[in-house]
């Protein structure tokens, strides 16, 4: 509810992305890792904290291969801990509630946000996401009402019957404002 969606803490499973399976492992936080491990609420040196997208959560990739765990590893060589807290289809609005969350409640201690914002962001949160108000949870639409608009936004761009639909029902919605 705070911040729509992520990942289930300590999981290991096989994601299936074009036909290539690859494998997932999270950590005690629920974020993506090298293998299931436990986090510390405080790092013991310096921490970054990863945020974005499937972009930053390396969807279709093992995690060594991601930028991300590439981050892990060189900082990790330095003493530095990295989480990754991307998950697909967030925003910045989840950015900001996730974090948020991570501070205030769980609370996560952290040196650095590295937050990826992506040109797939602006679609998703114009979509899918409103402001978190001043009860600290995010609005969001259900997987069904997601599912509905990436319909009607495919038929918008691929559907001349829907443009005929659009075009008589904005004709018809001016008519009825000069009438009005």
């Known amino acids: 509810p705070v911040y729509d969606h992520g990942f289930a803490p300590n999981r290991a499973f096989t994601s299936v992305y074009g036909g290539r399976a690859v494998p ?15 986090v ?5 040196g310096k921490r970054l ?5 499937s972009f930053t959560e390396g969807i279709y990739y093992p995690y060594a291969e991601t930028f991300a765990g590439r981050i892990q ?3 990790g060589a330095s003493g530095i801990d990295v ?18 969350h991570l501070l205030e409640v ?25 402001d978190v108000g001043a009860s600290g949870t995010l609005d969001t639409c259900s ?11 495919w038929l918008k761009d691929n559907s001349v019957v829907y ?14 404002r000069r009438e009005g």
Do not use: H, M, W
Request: aromatic residues 12%; contains cysteine.
């Open 24 to 38: 997932y492992f999270t950590n005690s936080r629920g974020f993506r890792d090298f293998e299931i491990r436990e």
């Open 40 to 44: 510390a609420r405080k790092a013991p």
């Open 49 to 53: 904290l990863l945020s974005g997208d």
């Open 73 to 75: 590893r060189a900082l």
């Open 83 to 100: 989480l990754n807290a991307a998950v697909t289809s967030y925003a910045p609005s989840v950015y900001y509630a996730k974090i948020k």
């Open 106 to 130: 769980e609370p996560l201690s952290f040196d650095a946000v590295a937050v990826f914002i992506d040109i797939g962001d602006i679609q998703d949160e114009s979509r899918c996401y409103r």
């Open 143 to 153: 997987p069904a009402r997601r599912i509905e608009k990436r319909i009607k936004e």
């Open 163 to 176: 443009r005929l639909y659009r075009v008589l029902k904005d004709s018809r919605d001016e008519v009825r």
